[in-house]
């Protein structure tokens, strides 16, 4: 069974930053993407980064330049390293994998349960 454990969330000023980390554990074969999510109050999830196998990064526009996406393929983490951060970010930020487990031919979405991020004006 495929675990994904986040952690870092917090309150911050803005203008502060944060690092979101999210580790996997369990049966892994290989991980294929890694992704950051966040859902504010009463809107969709919507991507904010991801990586993806070869460590090339995607943004979302509104981020680029401030936070930073990484992946550690030994510890099965990725980070994202949040700079600059604005109040209209409060969110509950998940990380999201697509991982084969050991065994299996085929990916499957896996998801973290979710951190609260606050940045206060």
């Known amino acids: 069974q495929v675990r994904l454990v986040e952690s870092g969330g917090g309150l911050v000023q803005a203008g502060g930053s944060l690092r979101l980390s999210c580790a996997a554990s369990?049966?892994?074969?290989?991980?294929?993407?890694m992704g950051w999510y966040r859902q504010a109050p009463g809107k969709q999830r919507e991507l904010v980064a991801a990586v993806d196998s070869s460590g090339d990064p995607n943004y979302v526009d509104s981020v680029k330049g401030r936070f930073t996406i990484s992946r550690d393929n030994f510890k099965n983490t990725v980070y994202l390293q949040m700079n600059s951060l604005k109040p209209e970010e409060t969110a509950v930020y998940y990380c999201n994998m697509r991982i084969i487990s050991a065994g299996s031919y085929y990916g499957a979405t896996y998801w973290g349960q979710g951190t609260q991020v606050t940045v206060s004006s």
């Open positions: 369990g049966r892994i074969s290989s991980i294929q993407s």
